[in-house]
């Protein structure tokens, strides 16, 4: 079992970064992969990045390659994903979740999840 809890959204203008984390709460975060995705009002939630168990495999939606990075430090129990030259179509509610093993990239594989934080991005 495992909580999850993401901060670090915010309002920012295009270009811009941000760095979003998930702190996690159990017994064996090292066990999960994690996952970043994101919902814009009236879309469907959407892969952003995944990592594997201790951090040597991840994934990115295209959308996002090459600008965002995930990482996590199992020491601290938390997941991060840094955003950057962000654009105001990266604005939307960014929720981390989690799952054994595999980091997947299809929403409903994943069996935790937390709250979101808003991203809001200006032009």
């Known amino acids: 079992q495992v909580q999850l809890v993401e901060s670090g959204g915010g309002l920012v203008q295009a270009g811009d970064s941000l760095r979003l984390s998930c702190a996690a709460s159990g017994r064996t975060f090292s066990s999960y992969a994690m996952g970043w995705f994101r919902q814009a009002p009236g879309k469907e939630r959407e892969f952003v990045a995944a990592i594997s168990p201790t951090g040597s495999f991840t994934s990115y939606a295209d959308s996002v390659k090459g600008r965002c990075t995930i990482s996590r430090d199992n020491a601290k129990n938390t997941a991060y994903l840094q955003m950057n030259s962000l654009k105001p179509e990266d604005t939307a509610v960014y929720y981390c979740?989690?799952?054994?093993?595999?980091?997947?990239?299809?929403?409903?594989?994943?069996?935790?999840w937390g709250q979101g934080t808003q991203v809001t991005v200006s032009s």
């Open positions: 979740a989690a799952r054994r093993t595999l980091p997947v990239q299809a929403p409903a594989a994943y069996d935790y």
